[in-house]
């Protein structure tokens, strides 16, 4: 399977921990996104890449959240000191090089449980 | 900035219903404008696209006019079947005129579509 796959696929912590998942795209993509997604709502924007670059982040990413994607190819998102309130499913996308339509390409997405 | 506002949900229909789920968009420039469905355990998947005005995006016979002067992209499917039971989701990316687009997605809330036999 070529798809996007993100790990953990769950991940229950206790307040103040730190957790980390991992997104690996669709392989040929230079473009990586990451969103929050809570019961009722749609996803919401909270970063993306193109290549190693990260261009844009949402205010919603607090000092707590961090991205990287080192080498232009997976990608991880860090949270530190986790609150109850970060508990949401976290979505990751990607999208081909060059001019496009802009489908993004989601994984399954990790869900995040603070205890 | 851009925003998607899609009707209150959730709909709930008898199979072979005709189903509209209304979604409007404020957005600067010329986005393109999607529909996203999540089926039950499963990741967000493309279910139809348009990208630019007066376009019909269409898949699994479900179809939807990108109108901007009504700024709006409704989501339509004239006989639903419960295999469509899903949450659906409007989304607009923006673009300039010349086609460059803006990234990043932004998504309605989402409204659950549930059929009976």
């Known amino acids: 399977d070529t798809g996007v796959s993100q790990d953990p696929r769950h991940k229950i912590t206790k307040r103040g921990q730190n957790v980390t998942f991992r997104c690996d795209p669709i392989s040929e993509h230079n473009r990586l996104y990451w969103y929050r997604q809570t019961l009722g709502q749609g996803p919401e924007f909270l970063t993306y890449f193109q290549n190693e670059a990260q261009l844009e982040k949402s205010r919603l990413l607090s000092d707590r959240f961090s991205a990287e994607r080192p080498k232009g190819s997976f990608s991880t998102l860090e949270i530190q000191r986790t609150e109850q309130g970060d508990s949401a499913m976290y979505l990751c996308?990607?999208?081909?090089?060059?001019?496009?339509?802009?489908?993004?390409?989601f994984g399954e997405g990790s869900r995040l449980t603070v205890l | 900035g851009n925003s998607v506002t899609q009707m209150e949900g959730p709909v709930t229909l008898s199979e072979e219903a005709f189903l509209t789920i209304n979604c409007t968009y404020t957005a600067t420039g010329y986005p393109s404008l999607f529909w996203y469905v999540q089926y039950p355990g499963e990741g967000l998947q493309l279910l139809l696209k348009a990208t630019k005005a007066d376009d019909k995006g269409s898949n699994k016979g479900f179809e939807a006019t990108y109108r901007k002067e009504t700024t709006s992209f409704h989501l339509e499917k004239g006989s639903v079947q419960v295999s469509d039971s899903a949450v659906y989701f409007c989304?607009?990316?923006?673009?300039?005129?010349?086609?460059?687009?803006?990234?990043?997605?932004?998504f309605g809330q989402g409204t659950i579509l549930t059929v009976h036999p």
């Open positions: 996308a990607s999208s081909p090089r060059g001019r496009s339509t802009g489908e993004l390409f």
């Open positions: 989304a607009l990316r923006g673009s300039n005129a010349g086609g460059t687009s803006y990234g990043k997605l932004t």
